[in-house]
């Protein structure tokens, strides 16, 4: 079975902290993707990443950033934490073209304070 | 501006009712459709999916219906089940230069009670 492991279940920061959420998958998958989940609002794509050392932008990756160095790590990085980016952060990977069910963490839910 | 419009946010339903969730997109450059499906502290995981070019798909208790010329399809759960008491997520997925890019829904919260 694939596994996409979050490196932490809980975090709690404070405002201004930089902050990297860290996300490996074990199926030598192409494609990674970070997700926060907010009540209201489902699941909103910030970053995705197709190729190591490659990314492109989702649909709000104002205030943040992310690095693939290696094709199973995908990490997220918060520059400046604030308060709106309280939330539950959702990393998911896939296989290349084609391959398109998504394989999910159990999410990190971030609390700044 | 949200590409993929889900509904309703929640639903309750008795325990061997239908539940039904729906959702509608405006890119005709879509062509897949999944279904996820949440339980309180896990992640997503797929449910069911469908391709643009069929207009149905079952498996087991789940359907998906699919209307291309109206760009809307929905998630059928026949004989609801306290266990099928979950979040719900449709999604769409385009693919471009190389890349897939995967849009959701906002999710609905199903509430099956016995």
């Known amino acids: 079975d694939v596994k996409v492991t979050q490196s932490s279940r809980y975090l709690v920061k404070r405002t201004g902290e930089k902050v990297f959420l860290e996300c490996v998958q074990d199926?030598?998958?192409?494609?990674m993707f970070w997700y926060r989940q907010d009540p209201g609002l489902g699941l909103r794509l910030i970053y995705f990443s197709y190729d190591v050392k490659m990314k492109e932008k989702g649909d709000i990756p104002e205030g943040y950033s992310v690095s693939r160095e290696k094709k199973e790590r995908f990490s997220l990085i918060l520059e400046s934490a604030s308060t709106n980016q309280t939330s539950m952060y959702l990393c998911?990977?896939?296989?290349?073209?084609?391959?398109?069910?998504?394989?999910f963490g159990s999410g990190t839910q971030l609390s700044v304070l | 501006q949200q590409q993929v419009k889900q509904s309703p946010q929640s639903l309750i339903v008795q325990k061997g009712g239908i539940s039904i969730i729906n959702c509608a997109y405006e890119?005709?450059?879509?062509?897949?459709f999944p279904w996820y499906q949440q339980f309180p502290g896990k992640g997503p995981a797929l449910l069911i999916a469908?391709?643009?070019?069929?207009s149905e798909k079952k498996e087991g208790r789940f359907t998906i219906s699919f209307n291309k010329s109206a760009k809307q399809f929905s998630l059928h759960i026949m004989d609801s089940q306290p266990g099928d008491s979950a979040t719900y997520f449709c999604a769409a997925i385009y693919y471009s230069g190389g890349y897939q890019k995967v849009t959701f829904g906002i999710g609905t919260k199903l509430q099956v009670i016995p």
């Open positions: 890119n005709t450059a879509f062509d897949y």
């Open positions: 469908i391709r643009p070019d069929v």
């Open positions: 199926m030598d998958h192409e494609n």
């Open positions: 998911a990977s896939s296989l290349g073209q084609g391959g398109e069910k998504l394989f």
